[in-house]
């Protein structure tokens, strides 16, 4: 490359394609936790999915590291290895003694890699709270105000009237952007109404959409670092053959165009709004 010292030498090129390689190996596993399920037709939405694609990705990074770190065949694991061998569990959950037992079968092959894990992980320091809940200024506004309630599912937004706790609303929330189900089924299958189901909903996306970077915070990151990578993916959709800008020539398929900026060790800093799949549009 003009004007870089060093860059016609092998040496220099390898380092630069194997910097690439970690960004690909990323998106892959992305697309696997979770980012083949978009795009919706609503930005925060985009937004609000695209976090939650990479909080899961990280766990599933840092479960590799903390407690499979060891374990032939597990600690180079992809997504769909893990899922099929630790969380796809045969057990039973069972009470006993007001006490609740996990009965994993004893013929399972990765019974003892998962007991490992679950031990390791289990023994992980609890992690420290914030003395201070002052709510920040990138809470989003909700018709019942900002504060505790605005930045966090439950809370302050309904108090003791909400039909359903935080952590019923966060699986209400994944359910709808993991699986694409109605707010008709996800009303039925929680037990609320249609409306509180898509209210739930509604303010869960903004609370992740409130979460994730600005462009002018990616920015910030991008001139602390050497150099950074921009690399694109097309995140497959379901589209009739008239919606022209959403076909992609390269891919012969409809789909969205994401463009995603990552550090030199492919930590991903900002991602693009989905975009239609044609290239020229």
Known sequence: MWGIAGSHQP???????????????????????????????SWKVNRGWMLTANIASDLEAWTRLLGLHDIDGLADAEPDTLRYKLLHLPARLTNHARRRQL???????????????????????????????TPTSNCPATPFGTGRGACG?????????????????????????????????LAAGFRIGTATAYRYIREAIDVLAALAPTLDEAMKTVRTKA???????????????????YYSGKHKRHG??????????????????????????
């Open 11 to 41: 040496q220099w090129l390898d380092a630069l394609h194997r910097a690439h390689a970690v960004v690909e190996d990323r998106v892959r596993c992305d697309k696997a936790m979770g980012l083949n399920n978009l795009p919706s037709a």
């Open 227 to 245: 150099f950074v990578i921009l690399d694109g993916t097309l995140l497959p959709i379901d589209r009739i053959a008239a919606d022209t800008p």
């Open 153 to 185: 599912l439950g809370g302050g937004i309904g108090t003791r009237w909400r039909r359903l706790p935080a952590g019923r609303q966060a699986s209400l929330a994944l359910a709808h952007l993991r699986c694409g189900d109605t707010y008709a089924q």
């Open 256 to 281: 969205m165009n994401i463009q995603v900026l990552t550090d030199p060790f492919g930590r991903l800093l900002r991602a693009s709004p989905a975009l239609p799949g044609s290239p020229t549009i």
């Open 103 to 133: 009965k994993i079968s004893e013929t399972w092959p990765w019974r003892d890699a998962f007991l490992t894990c679950w031990k390791r992980l289990s023994s992980l320091p609890a992690p420290t709270r914030l003395a201070s809940t």
